[in-house]
């Protein structure tokens, strides 16, 4: 039995909602970095689709706001998504440099750093492998 591509997609979906909840406050991955973690390597697109899709209570459970395009950028949303996306970011304390995230300070690195280890989804990526 083969699944569907809706099955596929919303099994996808969950797996990168369940990697973002792993990001601690303070810290951002970009789209790139959640897609490789998941093993989709070329897969940053189909992680924003993902995130762009979560609405209602899903939405409050999900901290979205951690991630961030290539080199630190805050990618287009609809509305005052960019605003809030900042706020949240500022309010966790991330440092931005002009417009964009201090990734040497906030991103995966930096967190490898002050662990002593690896991030949350490279210790689950070495597990299942």
């Not at 919303?10 to 810290?27: H, N, S």
């Not at 440092?95 to 662990?115: C, K, M």
């Amino acid at each position: 039995m083969t699944a569907s591509r809706e099955e596929t997609r919303d099994g996808f979906f969950a797996r990168v909602y369940a990697l973002v909840r792993e990001i601690p406050p303070g810290c951002v991955w970009t789209y790139g970095e959640v897609a490789r973690a998941l093993g989709v390597a070329r897969g940053a697109r189909a992680v924003g689709w993902a995130l762009r899709g979560l609405s209602g209570r899903r939405a409050v459970r999900v901290p979205w706001h951690r991630v961030v395009g290539q080199g630190g950028r805050i990618s287009l949303r609809d509305g005052s998504g960019v605003a809030e996306q900042r706020a949240r970011l500022l309010a966790e304390g991330v440092r931005f440099d002009a417009e964009r995230v201090d990734l040497h300070h906030h991103g995966v690195g930096a967190q490898s750093r002050l662990r002593g280890g690896g991030s949350p989804a490279r210790s689950r990526a070495r597990r299942t492998r």
